[in-house]
């Protein structure tokens, strides 16, 4: 599941060896900054550099509190960081394209 945030980027899958998920980011801080008690570890050979094992209520309640908390009525304008606003356009264009077919 890939979750877009108007502050992190988070890709999230089970884990392989036990019941928890897998929370990964490509940005440093994105993990932290969506779930302040993951221990993140630093991966040099993933694909995702930024990687936590979390339980997957603590996924749930991140979901759900920031759901409760949308506040914006547009997404895009709700990002502040300038990189991160130009890839989520990116996303953004090419998912208009499938949609237009």
Known sequence: MWIFLNDAFLS???DRHSDKLLVRARIPG???RALPTAEVIQND???YLYRAWVDREQVANLLSQ???NIRYS???NSIKDHARHLAYLDVWEVMQT???G
């Open 45 to 47: 050979q993933a694909d």
């Open 98 to 100: 499938v949609q237009e």
């Open 30 to 32: 994105d993990i932290e």
């Open 74 to 76: 547009n997404f895009k």
């Open 12 to 14: 999230i899958v089970a």
């Open 66 to 68: 920031r759901a409760q």
